[in-house]
């Protein structure tokens, strides 16, 4: 087993400095697996191991500045690894430089290349083809961005495209100067040196050096031939793989950067953990960095998801892209009080917006006149003391309720969960909005359609009393079919109440007020009661609301049709 060193490779920058060691001591590491980040005023990027085995030495540290051909990090490679190895005569504990092996090999990879070398630039008006340069990696790389469109003027060294792989982002330069004729490429191809990148007429091109990396070629200034798509181009040069080769872009080609970007959109991040923000719709902007300099590490991602996923906010919105109410600091318009919510103000709060968000809801409005109904109930009130209750409003609304829903069964149903089918319920259960000191209770009396008017007054009073004692029980506020929710004895015209949903409608119930109803001949006072009624609009249509509601209205104002 040898130990061997890695330098740093060609990065496209005379010095670059030591941001991040993503190896420790002893860590196994793989080829390709990333030692280290550096960064130069031009770039960042993640230097891959050369060889696989185990780190033995960091010769580096952060902060240091390092260029080509330093000395990164020991490895005592495996044994795997070195059978491999071409033979130095020297391999029973020294010290060798994988970099050696890959200068031989970027020699040859020099002399194959110079045949791509483009020729000087002369040409008046000569159509050239845009070429992808040596990129560093025979593997695809992505366009991430495309900077410029057909008819751009550009000029040498304009950013054509981006792309960004998980190791580095680069821009690919324009090699000449002229107008944009044609691109071949989109966000999301995957490009490797030699594919077409587009055209491009250019204009009194100057002699120029030629740039041993950049794989730009003149074509023939009298053809017309559009060049062939960047799938069917061949890479014009046996690129190294970048595992065997470091990042390696090469000097006219600019590696780009994130931290030029990051200058731009104030993100501080490395192309992997960029890619990794894209691949999870993560806001770069609203991760918080930990790494030097307030750079984002993959942990801040982590850490923001974790934090997201936790929120109160993530519990309550249903995924569907609702932008959150923004945070406000309101102590700082006067001093402020703060009280958690109850649990259940947390339960409703939750079950508010999930109907709200769920359910398209409309709501009908009408009154009824109560004038008969009022009568009947004051002449039972000493009946009812005697019988040790009292007979509010709420439980002739809970009968016309139960009438209408059987007569109406879309009222009395549920949208099965995958949105397919209606669910009609054979029973009649109804819900009552309660208000306690701890927040709303909806407690359930069961098949109201049987039981009669003192009855159901009974149960109101049991149940309100039990939800203000805290004393429901689960299953007592389970199975309804739909709610009532009366503010009468509050006041108010009316309002719109929210679904209970899976349940498709519920009344809402405003103040009864003596009114001028006109009979045709004369205006008389008549004790009308507003109603509104709300469903939801994917199960129930204007249509089916509208006898809802008649149906509800003609039997409170004349209480005789309950025994139709
Ligand atoms: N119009 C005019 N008066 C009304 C009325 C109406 N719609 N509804 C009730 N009243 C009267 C009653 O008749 C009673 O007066 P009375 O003693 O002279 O007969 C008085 O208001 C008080 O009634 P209340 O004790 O509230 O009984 P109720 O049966 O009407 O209501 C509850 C019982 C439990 C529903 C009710 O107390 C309650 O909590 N309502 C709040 C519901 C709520 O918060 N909904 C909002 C959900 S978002």
Redesign the pocket.
């Known amino acids: 087993m040898t130990t061997q060193q890695i330098q740093v490779p060609d990065i496209g920058a005379d010095e670059a400095e030591v941001i991040e060691w993503l190896v420790q001591v002893g860590d196994r590491i793989e080829i390709d697996d990333s030692l280290l980040v550096l960064e130069s005023d031009k770039a960042s990027m993640e230097v891959p191991s050369t060889l696989a085995g185990k780190v033995e030495t960091l010769l580096v540290s952060i902060g240091d500045a390092v260029s080509e051909g330093v000395p990164i990090v020991v490895i005592r490679v495996d044994s795997a690894a070195e059978a491999v190895l071409p033979e130095t005569g020297d391999s029973d504990g020294d010290i060798e430089t994988a970099a050696d092996q890959r200068d031989d090999q970027v020699g040859h990879e020099e002399q194959d290349s110079v045949v791509n070398e483009p020729s000087p630039k002369t040409a008046e008006t000569a159509h050239q083809t845009l070429l992808v340069p040596d990129i560093g990696t025979d593997d695809g790389v992505e366009v991430i961005e495309i900077s410029v469109s057909v008819g751009d003027q550009v000029s040498e060294g304009d950013t054509l495209i981006v792309l960004e792989s998980d190791k580095a982002s680069m821009e690919i330069p324009s090699e000449f100067s002229g107008e944009i004729t044609a691109l071949m490429v989109t966000v999301g191809d995957t490009l490797c040196q030699g594919d077409v990148i587009g055209e491009l007429v250019a204009q009194a091109a100057h002699e120029a050096p030629v740039s041993s990396s950049v794989a730009a070629v003149s074509t023939d200034t009298s053809s017309s031939t559009p060049p062939k798509p960047a799938a069917a181009m061949p890479a014009a040069a046996p690129a190294e793989s970048m595992a065997k080769k470091a990042p390696a872009v090469a000097p006219g080609t600019a590696i780009v950067s994130s931290q030029e970007s990051a200058i731009a959109n104030s993100i501080y991040a490395g192309p992997a953990v960029r890619k990794l923000a894209r691949e999870f719709s993560i806001p770069l902007d609203q991760v918080q960095g930990s790494g030097p300099r307030s750079r984002i590490l993959k942990e801040d991602l982590q850490a923001f998801v974790q934090h997201k996923l936790r929120s109160p906010q993530a519990a309550v919105t249903t995924g569907s892209g609702i932008p959150a109410v923004p945070a406000v600091d309101f102590s700082a318009f006067g001093s402020v009080r703060t009280e958690e919510l109850s649990k259940i103000g947390k339960v409703t709060a939750t079950n508010m917006q999930r109907s709200w968000l769920n359910v398209p809801h409309v709501t009908q409005f009408d009154d009824a006149d109560i004038t008969d109904l009022e009568a009947f ?1 004051g002449a039972l ?1 000493e009946e009812a003391t005697r019988r040790g209750t ?6 002739f609304l809970l009968k016309a309720c139960a009438i209408a829903l059987r007569e109406n069964p879309k009222f009395n149903a549920s949208l099965a969960p995958d949105g397919q089918s209606i669910i009609f319920k054979e029973y009649i259960h109804i819900g ?5 000191p701890a927040g ?1 209770l909806v407690p359930v009396i069961r098949d109201v359609d049987t039981k009669g008017l003192w009855e159901l007054s009974e149960e ?2 049991s149940l ?1 009393a039990a ?1 203000r004692d805290k004393k429901l029980k689960p299953a007592q506020m389970q199975g309804a079919c739909f709610t ?7 006041g108010g015209k009316g ?1 719109t ?2 679904v209970n949903a899976p349940e498709v409608g519920i009344l ?6 003596i009114q001028p109803v006109w009979n045709g001949s004369e205006f008389l006072p008549r004790n009308l ?2 109603l509104s009624l709300s469903y939801d609009h994917r199960v129930i249509n204007g249509a089916d609301g509208g006898r809802f509601m008649n149906q509800v209205v003609a039997l409170l104002s004349d209480i005789r049709r309950f025994t139709l």
């Open positions: 109930r009130k009292k007979l509010t409003p709420l439980p009552f909005a309660v208000d306690t709303l109101v009073l309100a939800a009532i929710s009366s503010l009468g004895a509050l309002f109440p929210i809402g119930v405003a103040k009864a007020s009661l507003p």
